[in-house]
C-alpha cells in the first residue's frame, strides 16, 4: 500500500467516524429531548392530581393520627349529626367551627376533580403501554378505596368531581365558593356521601377503609411521581409539616 492509497483511506474512516458520531450524537440529543418533552407533558397533566393526593393523604393521616392519640375521635370535624345540618350553617360556621370538616370535604372533592381530569386526559399522556395500564388500576383502587363500606358511589365521585370546576372551566372552586354552594341543599345533597364518610372517619369508624384508602393514595402518588420525574411529595410533604410541628 503506498502512502497515496494509505492517507486516502485515513480520510475515508476519518469521515465515516465523524459522520457516525454526528448520527449517534443527534439521536442521543433527540432522545435526550423527547424525555424532557414527555416529562413536562406528564407533568402538566398530573402534577395537579400528585398536589391533591398529597393533600388528602396528609389530611386523612393527620385525622386518624390524631384521633387515635385522643382516645379514636377527632373531635374537630365532629360539629354536625348528619350532613344536612351543614346547608343552614353560615360563612362565620365555615370558617370556624366547621373548618375541619368542610375543608377536608372540599379537598376531597378536588381529588375526585382530578381524578376525572386525568381519566379524561388520558389521550394526552406520554405514557408506555404498561404504564396506562398501571395508571388506570391505581386510579381505580383510590376510587374504590372512597367506595368501601357504603362511602361514596363509584358514579357519584366523577359527577363530584365535574360540579368542583368553575364556569370557566380553567380552575376549581374556591374554598370560600364550594361552601356558598353547600348552603343550598339541593347542591349539597350529592355530596352528603362524602361528608359522612368525613364524619364517620372522625368518629372512628371503618378504620380498614382508611388504611386502604391511605395505601392506594400512597400507591398512586408514588407511581406519578416517577412518571414526572419529581421527589416523593407524599414525604417531602410529611418532612415539612414534622419540621414547622417541632
Not at 371503618?206 to 414525604?235: E, H, M
Request: charged share 25%; hydrophobic share 40%; with cysteine.
Amino acid at each position: 500500500m503506498n502512502a497515496a492509497t494509505a492517507a486516502l483511506i485515513a480520510a475515508m474512516t476519518s469521515i465515516v467516524v465523524t459522520i457516525v458520531s454526528s448520527l449517534l450524537g443527534d439521536r442521543q440529543q433527540h432522545r435526550k429531548e423527547d424525555r424532557a418533552q414527555r416529562q413536562d407533558l406528564n407533568a402538566r397533566y398530573l402534577n395537579p392530581l400528585r398536589l391533591h393526593l398529597e393533600e388528602n393523604h396528609y389530611r386523612l393521616s393527620d385525622v386518624l393520627r390524631t384521633a387515635e392519640a385522643a382516645g379514636g375521635r377527632y373531635e374537630p370535624m365532629l360539629v354536625i349529626d348528619e350532613p344536612a345540618q351543614i346547608s343552614a350553617k353560615d360563612a362565620a360556621w365555615f370558617n370556624g367551627a366547621g373548618c375541619a370538616l368542610a375543608s377536608s370535604v372540599y379537598l376531597t372533592a378536588c381529588l375526585f376533580a382530578q381524578l376525572k381530569k386525568v381519566r379524561d386526559d388520558f389521550r394526552y399522556l406520554r405514557l408506555s403501554a404498561d404504564d396506562d395500564t398501571r395508571l388506570a388500576a391505581l386510579l381505580l383502587r383510590v376510587q374504590q378505596g372512597y367506595l368501601l363500606n357504603l362511602g361514596v358511589s363509584y358514579v357519584t365521585q366523577p359527577s363530584i368531581g365535574q360540579s368542583m370546576w368553575a364556569d370557566d372551566k380553567d380552575r376549581l372552586l374556591t374554598y370560600r365558593e364550594f361552601c356558598v354552594l353547600l348552603q343550598n341543599p339541593d347542591w349539597r345533597v350529592w355530596l352528603d356521601r362524602l361528608i359522612q364518610f368525613h364524619l364517620d372517619t372522625a368518629r372512628g369508624d371503618s378504620r380498614d377503609r382508611a388504611d386502604k384508602l391511605l395505601t392506594a393514595i400512597q400507591q398512586l402518588s408514588d407511581f406519578l411521581d416517577d412518571c414526572v420525574g419529581g421527589g416523593n411529595s407524599i414525604r417531602g410533604r410529611q418532612e415539612v409539616e414534622g419540621a414547622g410541628l417541632s
